[in-house]
């Protein structure tokens, strides 16, 4: 894995060594600054970036270039992300040009939800490039310092490159081929779909490891607390690509309506312990949907803080 | 061939409202091969708006006849001597019929009585599936032979996206992920290689986004064939 200079935290902390935790903010549904400044607070030291999200789930929010800068300025390191559902090559060079500028030193690159789902579902979608080129787009605009025609950049946007990996959706056997595009397109750095099925993703892990995918880039394994069995039970039925055993299910219907919130930090808990034993796994990713204020316990007694 | 779906009759009967006398217009083209807008599908409109006006009170005069082709102004010419009979047309062409209407009779209104919907096939009788965006530089060798511009939601050139689940596309459960059988199909056959190259961007200049195209066979412009 080569160095990048991006003078990105996240990557420091990867090349350093250190088993990386990383967060996630949903920007609000509106220009409220004061509720992403009260989210901030919760996930400040408490992790080493924080991905802020882009119109997740096709549905309007903040913009996650300006929350990213918001976050920026408030001390946090932010995780630009980016979808190819709502922009064209033009308006995607030109934010990562701008979010560079604000001091943003990580982006990661998705296709993004389909519009269908989101609260504008009649609009027309964009798709101009998928998730594999944006990679590829932001490793040419860093390494090559050129934008896509070729024309030199003045001041290349030095990104630390992050994209998705789903292991959990079909077809199984191409997962893992999917990744090895990616980064050979350029990812630096993975973070998976939130993982549920804990063996399933142990095998996928071993292939990833026997192609020593691994070596070639920092892989964080993707963990989101359950706050009951309803959650769970609704993420496994209307969420696509969701892998959600009955197992977890059962556990969580198993303990007493009060209790269940905490049986789900407690899943989660023993899963981040299992990530650190695991082969090729450089980290975590939590995303606490709309549960920053957990963030601290959780990272707490996962044994992760102080964040180097 | 296009794929058509005909306007509800609440839609057509809004469009001519206000007119006494009207001719529907079928087209033998693609409209007729998915049952959408041939003479056939003429007669049976115009038997309904007749009957749906009487019912209001407001009778009305209602022909229909079909041309060889809406798409082609020698066919289009040969309504010259009638079209001016009339207080409408309504076209059951695709929406390229009633543009020519229109360009060759600017006197007359042409209504669009179908909604153009895609570039398909009938897949069982009486089902049709989009195949083809027309995006001007085919390259389905690459996947199997099956169109990922078309028929992924996202257009994808790396798919399947996150959401594939059981050879189903996360945008609606009677669809197909074609990524699916795109990966499926280069597993059995041995090519995987074919999809884990990074495709080159795409040039979409030849697809809508380069403004409205045009085909020009000289040839037959010169009339030398
Ligand atoms: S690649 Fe383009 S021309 Fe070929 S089938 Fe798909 S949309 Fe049509
Ligand atoms: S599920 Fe398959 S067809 Fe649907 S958007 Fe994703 S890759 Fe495309």
Redesign the interface.
């Known amino acids: 894995m080569t160095a990048t200079q991006s003078g990105s935290n996240l990557e420091k902390v990867l090349t350093a060594g250190h088993f990386a935790f990383t967060g996630e903010c949903g920007p609000p549904k509106g220009a409220n600054v004061a509720h992403l400044r009260k989210k901030f607070k919760y996930l400040k030291g408490n992790v080493d970036c924080v991905n802020m999200t882009d119109n997740q789930t096709a549905v309007v929010r903040m913009s996650s270039l300006a929350g990213s800068a918001l976050m920026k300025a408030e001390g946090l390191e932010p995780n630009f992300q980016m979808v190819?559902?709502d922009r064209n090559?033009l308006a995607m060079m030109s934010d990562i040009l701008g979010a560079y500028a604000l001091g943003v030193r990580n982006m990661l690159c998705l296709?993004?939800?389909?519009q269908?789902?989101g609260n504008h579902p009649e609009a027309k979608?964009v798709?101009?490039?998928?998730?594999?080129?944006l990679i590829?787009?932001v490793k040419k605009m860093r390494d090559e310092e050129k934008f896509?025609n070729g024309e030199d950049i003045d001041v290349a946007p030095k990104m630390f490159i992050g994209a998705?990996?789903?292991p959990f959706?079909?077809?199984y056997?191409?997962r893992v081929?999917?990744l090895?595009?990616k980064i050979?397109?350029g990812a630096d750095f993975i973070q998976t779909?939130c993982i549920f099925n804990m063996d399933k993703f142990r095998d996928f892990m071993k292939q990833v490891v026997d192609k020593g995918l691994h070596e070639r880039c920092y892989i964080l394994a993707g963990v989101t607390p359950m706050k009951n069995a309803g959650m769970a039970n609704f993420m496994s039925k209307y969420v696509?690509?969701m892998d959600i055993p009955a197992s977890l299910i059962k556990r969580l219907k198993g303990v007493d309506k009060r209790d269940q919130a905490e049986e789900g930090i407690r899943f989660a808990l023993e899963q981040i312990e299992a990530f650190k034993e695991m082969q090729g796994v450089a980290g975590v990713h939590l995303m606490a949907i709309e549960w920053e204020h957990k963030v601290p316990e959780i990272a707490e007694r996962a044994g992760v803080l102080p964040r180097p | 061939m296009i794929v058509a779906d005909r306007k509800s009759l609440e839609e057509i009967l809004g469009m001519v409202a206000d007119r006494d006398k009207i001719l529907i217009l079928g087209c033998k083209g693609c409209v007729t091969v998915c049952n959408v807008g041939g003479l056939k599908e003429a007669e049976i409109l115009a038997s309904t708006v007749k009957i749906a006006r009487k019912k209001e009170g407001r009778p009305v005069k209602v022909e229909h006849r079909a041309l060889e082709r809406q798409c082609d102004n020698e066919y289009v010419a040969q309504l010259a001597d009638s079209v001016a009979d009339y207080d409408a047309v309504v076209s059951m062409a695709c929406g390229v019929g009633p543009q020519f209407l229109s360009e060759m009779y600017p006197d007359q209104v042409f209504f669009p009585a179908v909604n153009t919907t895609f570039f398909g096939g009938a897949v069982q009788h009486g089902v049709w599936e989009e195949r083809c965006a027309g995006c001007g530089a085919c390259a389905i060798h690459l996947f199997g032979g099956l169109c990922p511009i078309a028929r992924c939601?996202?257009?994808?050139?790396?798919?399947?996206?996150?959401?594939?689940?059981?050879?189903i596309c996360?945008?609606h459960k009677d669809t197909a992920?074609i990524w699916?059988a795109i990966?499926?199909k280069k597993?059995e056959t041995g090519r995987?290689e074919d999809?884990?190259a990074?495709?080159p961007?795409?040039d979409?200049r030849t697809a809508r986004d380069g403004g409205p195209r045009r085909s020009i066979r000289e040839e037959l412009v010169k009339g030398t064939i």
């Open positions: 190819c559902r090559r296709s993004g939800d389909h269908s789902f979608n798709h101009d490039i998928d998730s594999m080129q590829a787009l896509l998705a990996c789903n959706a079909d077809p056997e191409f081929h999917r090895a595009t050979a397109a779909q696509p690509g | 939601a996202k257009s994808l050139l790396h798919g399947p996206c996150g959401g594939s689940s059981n050879g996360e945008v992920c699916d990966v499926k597993l995987l999809l884990v990074i495709k961007f795409k979409w």
